[in-house]
């Protein structure tokens, strides 16, 4: 199966306290690139999502967003830190013996603004969120961003059929053309022969051709022009390319590699070739050739 490296995919889970929304976009990329828009809270989870995008994606440039509630303020608890609390307390009344002022010491506060004074200061209240409620938060999460990507692969899935469906398109282009060509070969070094022969006429007066002459430069035309090496080689590009395509995969260096091996080629050809419609034919070759590798961008 054939994936296109440009994909979107998305999921959406809820639990206990809210939704998870997760999606994922890829575009074209030389190499995997991960990146992520992710809430404050989500950043322990970043490495794990990178992990998750690796299992499915090879090569392109991804980016993933999730959104959610934070957990930790929607399941959470209150939790005192007695000791703390304990502590500041002490602290408090030992500051107010230091601190007398001509053997009086200040008006003590009421309790509940002791409290009040108290509970405000920094960690002496927290949110603790209980092993089970973490796991669960946490296994959804994933789960999410799992289902984002499943969805992300039937979207590269989906393009990558129309993919191959334009790869086989330009394959069978390259084989008429090809086919053309060959048919066409045979009746090149005739039709050189006749030219020849009505040149060479236009300077012996006397009518008479020296006959072994034209059949050598007959055979230095045919020898010059002969590219049936280069129609075996192209050939055996076309089956090869086919065999990749088959097969599925990582194929977008492959494509690309032996499209530049078909280019090599018609290039070869198109030097070699005097015959205006063999030209012709090596243009639309090359033609077809370079639409295949600009696809073959667009393929993991």
């Not at 995997?32 to 992990?51: D, K, N």
């Not at 280019?263 to 012709?280: H, L």
Request: glycine share 6%.
């Amino acid at each position: 199966m054939i994936r296109s490296m440009t994909g979107f995919g998305r999921s959406e889970l809820k639990f206990s306290h809210g939704h998870i929304r997760a999606e994922v976009k890829t575009t074209n990329h030389k190499y995997l690139e991960v990146s992520s828009r992710l809430p404050g809270h989500l950043g322990e989870y970043e490495e794990a999502m990178r992990r998750a995008v690796a299992q499915e994606v090879r090569r392109g440039k991804v980016l993933v967003f999730v959104s959610c509630p934070d957990p930790s303020v929607l399941a959470s608890r209150l939790a005192l830190n007695e000791s703390l609390a304990k502590e500041l307390f002490q602290k408090r009344e030992r500051l107010r013996q230091v601190l007398k002022l001509g053997g009086r010491s200040p008006e003590p506060l009421p309790a509940e603004a002791v409290l009040r004074e108290i509970l405000h200061y920094p960690d002496v209240l927290t949110r603790e969120t209980s092993y089970d409620e973490k796991a669960s938060f946490s296994n959804g999460l994933m789960k999410a961003v799992a289902l984002a990507l499943k969805s992300l692969t039937r979207s590269r899935e989906q393009e990558g059929r129309a993919l191959l469906k334009d790869f086989l398109g330009r394959l069978s282009e390259i084989q008429r053309s090809v086919r053309a060509i060959e048919k066409r070969i045979p009746a090149v070094a005739g039709e050189y022969k006749r030219s020849l022969e009505n040149r060479m006429k236009e300077f012996i007066k006397d009518g008479k051709i020296d006959s072994e002459r034209l059949t050598l430069e007959v055979a230095l035309y045919v020898k010059n022009s002969d590219i049936s090496e280069e129609i075996t080689r192209l050939k055996s590009h076309l089956d090869g390319m086919k065999i990749a395509l088959r097969e599925g995969g990582e194929l977008g260096r492959k494509i690309d590699f032996i499209a530049q091996e078909m280019t090599r080629e018609s290039n070869t050809m198109g030097a070699k070739a005097s015959d205006a419609a063999i030209a012709a034919e090596v243009i639309k070759i090359k033609s077809a050739i370079e639409k295949i590798r600009e696809q073959a961008q667009n393929v993991e």
